[in-house]
């Protein structure tokens, strides 16, 4: 029989050696990600700047680091405080399909401006696809997904400064337009 400190010692050596593929495997997905997701997030970044540079009046943009979750995926979770509206979280996720192919997912955008991103696809291949509440797109559509993100986040912020428009009927109108005074 194995003397049994000779196994301890294999069996030390063996799940060293696989935290270190492991932490490579995930340190280059990582990477990776980053590099995937940069439209998107130099975006957010340089509107997050914007809101920092005014004294957070507006609200502000959290969680713009990259990270990689529990299924190996590069995940992004923008979240978006304004001071009247409700919270909005983005969550983008950077990894591979099943097909082996990577893709970029995306979720909490909304179905108006899912539709906007679904309307600049000039290519059948890329347009994508709706997992549940999710949006699926082809690595190649980041700058797409950066573009309409933007729209939305400025809506959002923009749309807290916009104040509601009451008629002589009583009725209000949202944030269609500025109030006159």
Not at 39 to 67: F, K, Y
Not at 71 to 95: H, N, W
Not at 142 to 164: H, I, K, N, S, T
Request: with cysteine; proline share 3%; hydrophobic share 40%.
């Amino acid at each position: 029989m194995t003397n049994p400190s000779e196994i301890k010692n294999r069996f030390h050596a063996s799940l060293e050696a696989s935290e270190a593929r492991e932490n490579g495997f995930r340190s280059r997905l990582l990477a990776e990600g980053v590099r995937a997701l940069q439209p998107v997030l130099g975006v957010l970044t340089l509107m997050s700047e914007v809101l920092d540079e005014r004294d957070n009046v507006h609200g502000r943009i959290a969680g713009l680091d990259c990270a990689i979750d529990k299924e190996d995926f590069v995940t992004l979770r923008a979240v978006l405080s304004g001071t009247s509206q409700p919270e909005q979280r983005i969550v983008i996720k950077y990894g591979p399909e099943l097909g082996g192919r990577n893709l970029i997912s995306v979720s909490g955008i909304g179905q108006a401006y899912a539709e906007k991103l679904v309307a600049k696809t000039h290519c059948a291949a890329s347009l994508g696809r709706s997992v549940g509440s999710d949006l699926q797109l082809d690595l190649a559509r980041a700058d797409d997904l950066a573009e309409v993100v933007r729209e939305m986040v400025e809506a959002y912020f923009v749309g807290q400064a916009q104040v509601p428009v009451q008629h002589h009927a009583g009725t209000i109108e949202g944030h269609a337009r500025y109030a006159v005074q």
